[in-house]
């Protein structure tokens, strides 16, 4: 994101921005901020083609523009793909004042879309495995094809599906579906006139005879005669929403228990400061025997310094929130404690500052602990000299007094003397953040955590994490510091991946099915994806605050909302009816029914970043599931059916595993439970992994994300993309797990390796055979032309003949060779003649066999192809593959006495299976196996090897097969499948 000024200059910027143009702070100082320049975009931006006129009506006249998609580079020359937004501020007279411009990297949006335009096998995997259940039949009725949900969904086994669905020509559902009668009428207008029609949430059994819910979408696809061709019906499996109610509203339940028994202090005050209400644990903190003593105490008077409530409630009023305000307090007794204070800011309908939530943690004992942390570590320097930390004292112009050997490790130095020796600005690579930190220093004795890049001995950057804690005289002036060092660069590191990682989150967001929108932490509106677009039309109103929601309110989940983002928990919406009008007129004015998931995107620091919002439309369901917040259950009802193997490990065992995780190691959940669970390791990683889960429960920083491998029950090797994170599971300490598998994905990769080496040896081979057999071919020619040279003064009556007997060696030689090059021209350009057009099967041949008559001489020529067989193919190609197979067998029938081709044909869906015989000598078994291969053959001095190979590519080309077996009288049988133009009514069994 960037804001200028009404003449384009460039005011402020986010990292963002900066880390799409790939830009560094000397670019933008350089080009972006002297605002003595008058910058335009036609002068700068030329990548804006034809919107330039339009960007510039918005610093001329105000208004707002949104540019889909524009191709571009970054400061480095990269491609990208972007899309921005722009719109403007106006003063009070409607003038522009300011322009802000929203930039979304979308280059890998983009470039999936291109991909997944030109796979359409990428396309059938996404059917396959789609959680919906999809089934596609004729106009008819008859079933056409399915995925795994959809037979998962019903429970139906594949041998029942081949043996009775799909030999049932012609049904309706009245005949084998009682649950959708009173919708047959319905249902039967789609395949007879089009359209679509959703049913509600049915119940039914399956046929394993078990009770479900689902629910039926189903659309028409139409030919181009405006007939219904196909009819596509999605299905949803509501079974576990229906049996989650219950549970989800016991859950609500238990989260009113758990907050009045939670160890945290919870209250609501006025702004001035009087509670309103305030829980058990709050009364306990702060030493009071009851609820009402406390609110009759009052507030103020537990500040031990009131100004650090002023400054707190600054902060709020600013950000309308405050996270961890860390402040000492007293207790009822007088004696001091030290808190953790969260706020949360509620507005009247005003925007006026009502009250506001907040929590208490009482963290005395830590903070007890940080200042004897930091004695001990003075006191006891034996310990100083060996802890992997920096720790070192300096005086306030910048000579260090002392340092551990870690320190003059950390910056490169080889001991500690080296490094007392130098001037610790030399450390610094802007000069002026030393001033800063005094002056940080002078204001607070204490800094932690201070997070910038230093300069090591040999010139190299390293990110530094600093405390420091600064010594005063007398007169309150500092006569040193002390400070602690620890390196940071490979977190460092690890956030730029985590940033990469957010940008394909964003492409993921982007586009996904289901409309999405993120709101700032604050809860204003910060962007939404395409279908959020497509369900409301428009963006909010700039004024909208997902807090100050109406409608949530009004339904009593604003207060669930607020919560769940204060604990940076997710929440679920059972229903919201939402009417978009009552925000903007712009809206369309009807109910929509959403089921709404929330969850919060965090920064590097655990930070939140953003507030995200799924939305389901279910207008016409209108079935609810409560929200499970803070509750296991919520957990095991996402995990239950991720596609992604979790489980929890804890006291030396797997206290839970997900159905994913059984389904992908081969084990029971209780064959799990009982074994140790790092023998699911391969032994290659088994003792590294088990030494990395003990770091993770000792607090130690240890990697995320893994890829290694896994060993199942059969002992098989699995791949996985392996994630572990330590939680608190029961109240104790666990680690979670998720395992992915990436198997295939591995073998996919070796596989395209593979084929790129198959695909070179194949030129090789190409190339050698075609001069090999032009070789050949010429040969003959160049011996002969050599003796007619020797020959051409003799003129006797036997030496003309033979002299003419060369000729036509010479000739015939210089044929092949030309034959030779025109096949090999063919085969090459094969792939650059896929223009598939329809054609007759039994037409063409019929025009066949009259052009070539002369080619079958007396060979007897049997068709058997039904008219109604239409191929989606080039003539020219099918005509190369008849003909490479008639010239074979002519060549096979010379000997034979009653020579005979067998032509036919069969359709079976839409699949077209052409058998191509003859009864000449058939093909050695032993050899059987190369025919298709390039310029092997087995007529050496006459044949090139191309034919069959022609024969294969071309076929190859329209996603068929080709084969070979004997026929039953020892001849040559041919059977070549390929698919129709369309998909037929009339099935051949």
Known sequence: MTVRNKKGHLLTYNKAWKYLWQLSDENINKYFTDKSKSLKFDERDDYLGKWQGKVKEIYEKGGQLHIPTIETVDQNGAKR??????????????????????????????????????????????????????????????????????????????????????????????????????????????????????????????????????????????????????????????????????????????????????????????????????????????????VEEMINAGAIRHYKYPAQRDQMIAIMKEKGAVEDFEMEMKKKDGSHLWVSVSLQAHYNKNCELDYFDGTNVDITERKKAEIDLIASEIKHRSLVNNIPVGIYRSTVDGRPLSLNPAMATMYGYDSTDEMLQIDVNDNYIDSSLRDEIMSMLNKDDIIENLEKQYKKKDGSVIWVSSTLKATRDEDNKIIYFDGIDIDITERKIAEFAFKQE????????????????????????????????????????KNYCLFEDVQLEEQGYLEHLKIAVDQKKSFEFPEVVYNPSLYSPEYPDKDLYLKTNLFTIFTP???????????????????????????????????????????????????????????????????????????????????????????????????????????????????????????????????????????????????????????????????????????????????????????????????IKRNETLLNLTES??????????LVTEFSKLDNQVKPEELNIADFLNRYLVENESLLNNINVKTD??????????????????HNLMINAVDALKDIDDPKIEIKSTLVGNIITIH??????????????????????????????????????????????ISYQPSFDNGAHFTILLKTSNIQTDTQE
């Open 81 to 290: 793909w972007i899309s921005h937004y722009f719109y403007s501020i106006n003063d009070e007279q409607g003038n522009v004042e300011l322009v802000v411009i929203l930039t979304e990297n979308i280059t890998e949006r983009i470039e999936s879309t291109i991909a997944l335009e030109k796979s359409e096998e990428l396309k059938r995997t996404v059917i396959d495995q789609s959680p919906i259940g999809i089934t596609i039949r004729d106009k008819q009725g008859q079933l056409l094809t399915y995925n795994k949900a959809w037979q998962n969904i019903w429970q139906i086994s594949t041998e029942r599906i081949n043996n009775i669905v799909l030999k049932r020509k012609s049904q309706t559902f009245e005949q084998y579906s009682e649950y959708l009668k009173d919708y047959a009428s319905e249902i039967q207008k789609i395949y007879e006139n089009g359209g679509q029609y959703r049913t509600p949430i049915l119940e039914a059994l399956n046929y394993a005879g078990e009770k479900h819910w689902i629910s039926h979408y189903m659309y028409a696809i139409i030919n181009k005669d405006e007939e219904v061709d196909m009819v596509v019906s999605l299905t949803v499996d509501h079974t576990e929403q229906k049996e989650a109610e219950m549970a989800m509203r016991e859950s609500e339940e238990k989260y009113r228990s758990l907050l009045s028994n939670i160890p945290v202090g919870v209250f609501r005050a006025t702004l001035d400061g009087s509670p309103i209400s305030i829980n058990n644990a709050m009364c306990h903190i702060y030493g009071y025997d009851s």
């Open 502 to 541: 957010r940008e394909t989150l964003n492409s993921i967001i982007e586009s996904n099915p289901y409309p999405i929108c993120l709101f700032t932490k604050d809860g204003f509106f910060h962007k939404g994806n395409k279908s959020y677009y497509t369900l409301f039309g428009v963006i909010p109103p």
């Open 605 to 799: 620091d655990n930070e939140i970043e953003f507030i995200v919002l799924i939305y389901q439309n279910v207008t016409e369901q209108r079935q609810a599931i409560l929200a499970l917040k803070e509750s296991e259950e919520k957990f095991r009802t996402l995990a239950e059916y991720i596609s992604v193997g979790v489980v929890i490990y804890q006291d030396e065992k797997l206290v839970y595993v997900n159905p994913q995780a059984k389904l992908l190691t081969g084990y029971t959940e209780e064959e799990m439970k009982q074994m140790d669970p790092w023998a699911l390791f391969d032994p290659s990683v088994k003792d590294e992994m088990q030494q990395r889960g003990a770091d993770r429960f000792a607090g130690k920083e240890v990697p995320n994300n893994y890829e290694l491998p896994l060993i199942d029950k059969n002992g098989k090797k699995i791949w996985v993309f392996y994630s572990a994170a330590l939680v608190t599971y029961d109240g104790k300490p666990a680690i979670i797990s998720t395992v992915l598998d990436i198997t295939e994905m591995r073998e996919t990769q070796s596989e395209i390796k593979r084929l790129e080496l198959e695909k070179y040896n194949q030129v090789k081979e190409i190339a050698g055979g075609v001069a090999h057999e032009i070789y050949n071919s010429l040969f003959p020619a160049s011996s002969s032309i050599e003796v007619l040279k020797q020959r051409i003064h003799l003129h006797t009556e036997d030496d």
């Open 813 to 822: 030689s210089i044929r092949r060779a030309v034959n030779m090059t025109e």
């Open 865 to 882: 192809i039904p008219d109604n067989q239409i191929l989606a193919m080039n003539t020219l190609h099918f005509h190369s593959l008849m």
């Open 916 to 961: 191509f015989i003859d009864n000449g000598a058939g093909i050695p078994k032993e050899i059987a196996f190369k025919i298709f291969d390039s310029f092997f053959s087995t007529k050496p001095y006459t044949g090139t090897g191309l034919g069959l190979a022609i024969c294969k590519k071309i076929v190859s080309l329209y996603n068929g097969a």
